[in-house]
Structure formats: C-alpha cells, structure tokens
C-alpha cells in the first residue's frame, strides 16, 4: 500500500440495546493508501458495515479515530460517496434526478449540473435512461444510478456497502467489470465491504479480513495479480483459500497485528 489516507487508528465501537452494551469492534487499526481499492470481508456480525458507515462520518468511534487526508473525521462530508446495500433511490424522481440531487443539495450551477449528470450516466452506461424512473430499471441499472449518484459530488473516495449482493452472478460480473474501470478513470480511493470473497480477490489491491465478535483485524491480504484477474486461474485461487481459511478459523480471531502474507505467492 502507498501512505495512508484513510487511517483507522485503535477504533472501537460499542452499542447500548435492550439487553446490555454491545460491542461491535475492538481495537482496530487499518491504512488505506491514496487510490488504492481496499475490500473488507468477514464473516456476519463482525462489524464491516460499521466500520464503513464510520469511515463516511455517519457512525463515531466510541474510542480511537479515524483520519481521512489527515483531518479527523466527525461527520459526513463531500469527499466520501457512500453507495449502500440497497439502491435507495427516490421513486419519484427520475434517473437523472436521482443523480444530481447532491448537486442540487450543494447548490451547483444548473448548467455544470446538467453537464455531471450527462457525464456520469454515459460512464455507467445510462444515458439512454436519463428520464426513466426507478420502477423502471433492472436491479443492475438502479446500482448503476446508485454508483452515479455517489460519484456525482466528485469525492476522493468511494464506499461501498455490499453494493451487488443481491444481484444474479452474470449482472454482478459486469457490474465488477464496470467498478473497475471507472476506478481506474477517475482515480478514486475505494474501501468495498463484500461476503464474496472471490470479488474481493477479483477487484481490490488489498483484503483485509475482519474476525470475531467484537470484530478486530485478522489478516490483511496484498492481492499481486495483474488485471483483469481470472477466478478460475491457478493464481487466483491460493488468495480465495487463504481468506476463506482465516474467515472460518475463529481461534484466531484476535491478531494482535496485521499479516501480510505476501510472500506466500509467487
């Protein structure tokens, strides 16, 4: 990784329920290079959605901080576009409305407006459905206008909540497929929670693995394969098994540091 620009310093995260303090994640540290593409797998409840939605500034640390190009995050801000599990577009506002309503929160010019919008569908291949209403779209489309929406605002990093999840596999492929070209094109950061370990292989430069309950940092993987990755190569396959290994292997939940196991390939 190149230097931090996300930085999880010593992060903790507790809730108060109906049966006592519940503790998320424990003690978590985590850098995030400049234009690095960073997955978060693990297995359910270990705390990865938390995690993003602390990273984008909507949740807060009970301990530690989080730093984002220095500066201490405390809220959300413009340079972090969240895209959640759900579309959550607005049914009554077409495509190209749902696009640039963060324009018009931030009271850009129409005219620039209209010119973002035209811009970002043509990238994730919607221009033809610019006046289309989400009742309209396949589930495919609306995460498209979802990615859209998020990079309308041009933040310098990208935050993806299991974005494809529910998506059938040939929708989900291409829609890596179309993740990782705008991510080379417009050279943003992007921190990408999945349970599909296969794509975080596929997308990321790096995987960390998140364990147990509290959820700490069991291992964080270098993924040195040159793109575009082939799942079904014989490269390929030794980072899927070693991820899926460390996910299943709750002993060893609490790692004191993070592994780069690195020279485990060739």
Request: with cysteine; glycine share 8%; hydrophobic share 40%.
């Amino acid at each position: 990784m190149s230097e931090a620009y996300i930085s999880v310093e010593n992060v903790s995260k507790r809730y108060e329920t109906e049966d006592g303090i519940v503790t998320a994640l424990e003690g978590v540290d985590l850098s995030v290079g400049a234009g690095d593409f960073v997955s978060i797998v693990g297995p359910s409840g270990c705390g990865k959605s938390t995690l993003l939605r602390m990273v984008a500034g909507l949740e807060s640390p009970h301990s530690g901080r989080i730093r984002v190009d220095g500066d201490v995050v405390s809220e959300p801000g413009s340079d972090r576009g969240l895209v959640f599990q759900e579309a959550t577009l607005y049914p009554w506002r077409t495509v190209a409305e749902n696009v640039r309503f963060a324009l018009e929160v931030d009271n850009v010019s129409p005219t620039t407006a209209d010119r973002r919008v035209s811009e970002l569908l043509s990238m994730v291949g919607l221009a033809d459905r610019a006046n289309s209403f989400p009742a309209e779209l396949s589930g495919g489309m609306k995460k498209r206008v979802g990615i859209a929406r998020a990079l309308a605002p041009d933040p310098e990093i990208l935050l993806l909540d299991e974005p494809f999840s529910d998506l059938d596999v040939a929708t989900r492929e291409s829609l890596q497929q179309d993740l990782l070209e705008l991510w080379k094109r417009l050279e943003k950061t992007v921190l990408l929670v999945t349970h599909t370990v296969g794509e975080a292989v596929r997308l990321s430069d790096s995987v960390v693995v998140l364990q147990g309950e509290p959820g700490q940092v069991a291992t964080v993987v270098d993924v040195d394969l040159e793109r575009p990755r082939d799942p079904e190569t014989d490269s390929f396959k030794p980072y899927v098994n070693t991820i899926r290994g460390r996910i299943r292997d709750r002993s060893r939940a609490a790692v004191s540091a993070p592994e780069r196991p690195r020279s485990s390939y060739p």
